[in-house]
């Protein structure tokens, strides 16, 4: 082979350069073993409840109970991330994260078979990890220079996408010849490799000028500082503008058990049509990270942002034409419509690895984590408000109109906020030369 093909495939494939920083490849390669542990509990959860008490509500119930720690302990752990040193928050929070683990699976174990101590259990955890993941987010400037961030997001955003998928298919399978309390023993002893891979690091203290801010750096004070720094930076305001146009409107996950029966033929418990559209956004972002060498040569990382949007939208209008049109020949369609999620997911992936760069490139290092609070609250908030949103247009004009008028509108939507904030298409990080 060539040097010029050699060159041509490193250009084609992820950039692993960020792997060749020492404390950056410790959390990385601690990251899939973690994510794909964490995702055994995330299908163990909901299926314990549904066993303890026969009713869906409850297993409802459980989004409620993950979503208020997530929101306020992920303002709060930004906060924190700021006001002291991030390798200490990040073995604090790692240490918490396995102890929740244990005690999910002692209760399992145990047979307590109460459904408030799943919930309680589940809140603590989800709060331990609402102050680990913008930890984690602020730390990686301090190990990375500013031109590797794009690849060191897109290699992050891998891991988890592929947790997403290979952590519920694991927990299927292994379900064949363990028990639930299995799988939270399982995902308990994962959690030691983050735990020895954080002390590994090198300390990370707090910037002097978040010091001397006083005690006010530690509570909702600090966090609303945050707020007021967001709104005065358009850049970093619009890329939380633009990922909620996106997930509200166009997040279709809330129509998927549906459709999967009405539209492609599959059984009303789900089965296997609703396994694969369940499984196709994270699909197609696996393949988008995996294929992400292009990544670090984009200099107009907003005008990058809004065509990853577009391309997301228009994905899901694909995607609802598709279920509309499977009626007398769902098979086909069927796959038709999983490409259409698929492609929306390398979309997001593209979104999501600029946003998270802009973000960590534009804020200065002792706003970081508070910002990265806010953007974890928005990842997570924003497709739980879409199941809301998209459950009652389906309900009231049915799941193709809510699924197609819901990527117009991310369409619509961007281009608009794209107009009002030219900015946002303009940006390109400090260090980024001529196109």
Not at 120 to 135: D, E, I, K
Not at 216 to 231: D, I
Request: hydrophobic content about 55%; proline content about 5%; overall charge positive.
């Amino acid at each position: 082979m060539s040097a010029q093909d050699v060159g041509s495939r490193r250009r084609l494939f992820a950039d692993t350069t960020p792997l060749r920083t020492p404390d950056f490849r410790r959390l990385w390669l601690a990251g899939i073993v973690t994510v794909i542990g964490g995702n055994l509990t995330i299908f163990a959860v909901p299926v314990q409840l549904y066993v303890l008490t026969r009713n869906s509500a409850y297993v409802g119930l459980a989004g409620l109970f993950a979503l208020v720690p997530l929101i306020v302990f992920g303002l709060l752990g930004g906060a924190w991330a700021d006001a002291m040193d991030r390798r200490t928050l990040l073995i604090i929070t790692s240490c918490g994260l396995a102890v929740a683990s244990v005690l999910l699976w002692l209760q399992a174990a145990l047979g307590l078979n109460n459904v408030w101590a799943v919930l309680l259990l589940l809140s603590v955890q989800q709060a331990f990890y609402a102050v680990n993941w913008p930890t984690r987010g602020a730390a990686i400037p301090r190990m990375l220079p500013i031109e590797q961030l794009p690849a060191a997001n897109s290699l992050n955003m891998t891991v988890q996408q592929f947790g997403a998928i290979a952590g519920p298919l694991l927990a299927g399978i292994l379900l064949r010849w363990v028990d639930l309390p299995t799988l939270y023993l399982i995902d308990a002893v994962t959690c030691l490799v983050p735990i020895v891979a954080t002390f590994r690091l090198a300390p990370m203290p707090a910037t002097e000028s978040t010091v001397t801010q006083g005690q006010s750096r530690w509570g909702f004070g600090a966090v609303l500082e945050g707020f007021r720094y967001l709104a005065s930076t358009k850049v970093v305001l619009m890329s939380f503008v633009v990922d909620i146009i996106a997930m509200v409107f166009g997040m279709p996950r809330a129509l998927f058990p549906q459709m999967a029966h009405e539209n492609f033929g599959g059984p009303v418990d789900g089965g296997t049509t609703m396994a694969l559209l369940a499984a196709a956004i994270s699909g197609g972002a696996v393949v988008g990270g995996v294929f992400s060498g292009w990544f670090p040569r984009v200099r107009r990382q907003g005008l990058a942002v809004v065509v990853a949007i577009v391309v997301w939208g228009l994905s899901i209008v694909g995607f609802g034409l598709a279920g509309g049109a499977a009626d007398g020949r769902p098979g086909s369609m069927l796959w038709i419509a999983l490409g259409f999620l698929a492609l929306g997911g390398a979309a997001d992936m593209v979104s999501a690895a600029f946003r998270s760069t802009i973000l960590q490139e534009a804020a200065s290092d002792d706003l970081r984590g508070r910002l990265q609070g806010v953007f974890i609250v928005v990842v997570g908030g924003g497709p739980r408000l879409a199941d809301v949103v998209h459950g009652a247009a389906a309900a009231a004009v049915g799941t193709t109109v809510a699924a197609t008028g819901g990527g117009v509108l991310v369409v619509i939507g961007v281009l608009l906020a794209a107009l009002a904030a030219p900015v946002f298409l303009r940006y390109r990080p400090v260090t980024a030369g001529p196109l």
